[in-house]
């Protein structure tokens, strides 16, 4: 008697794990639903916005450079960017939904389609723009500062004419 309840259990316990993992399958397709949903949501007007990013900093910067160059730019790094942007897209939206739970998403989808969630998301790309720029210039103004530094304390014109003359085939 004690077997058969046993066995009993055990195929009761199979059975069920097809059905477990078939309900967590679906709870990971609602959450990505929901992810895609809410990125699409909170990124409205990315494209709009980083063509417009480009061209500001064009005027900021591109006098520095020949016209034709500078429109090379102006038409050309919107459309190598879109592909990488792309790619970040793709990745925000997996980490959306393997962070947040179902509810999570949910409030973050009815938060963003509603008015005030929609003029935030807007604010919210341009402010990003902005931060990212700051972000690049704090980056560049660090690696200056820090380079210099190491190169202060090691002779970095040395390392780099040895490097020079390592990277030369050898003579015959």
């Known amino acids: 008697m004690k077997r058969s309840i046993a066995i009993g259990l055990a195929v009761a316990l199979l059975a069920s794990i097809p059905a477990a993992q078939a309900q967590q399958a679906q709870q990971a397709d609602r959450r990505a639903a929901l992810a895609e ?8 007007g990315l494209e709009k916005t980083v063509r417009d990013g480009i061209a500001r900093q064009m005027e900021e910067h591109g006098s520095a450079m020949p016209e034709a ?10 459309t190598i960017l879109l592909p990488h942007l792309q790619r970040m897209i793709e990745a925000m ?5 393997e962070r947040f ?7 973050l989808v009815a ?5 005030m969630g929609r003029a935030i ?19 560049a103004a660090f690696m200056n500062d820090l380079l210099t530094k190491y190169c202060g304390a ?8 040895e490097a020079a003359g390592a990277a ?4 015959r």
């Open 37 to 44: 949903r809410y990125v699409e949501l909170s990124i409205v």
């Open 69 to 78: 160059h500078a429109q090379w730019f102006r038409v050309n790094a919107p």
């Open 93 to 97: 939206k997996r980490d959306y939904a």
């Open 101 to 107: 739970t179902e509810q999570e998403l949910a409030a």
């Open 111 to 115: 938060f963003y389609e509603a008015p």
């Open 121 to 139: 998301a807007r604010k919210q790309m341009d402010m990003g723009v902005e931060e990212g720029q700051r972000m690049a210039a704090f980056e």
């Open 154 to 161: 090691f002779d970095c014109e040395a390392m780099a004419r």
């Open 168 to 171: 030369k085939p050898p003579k």
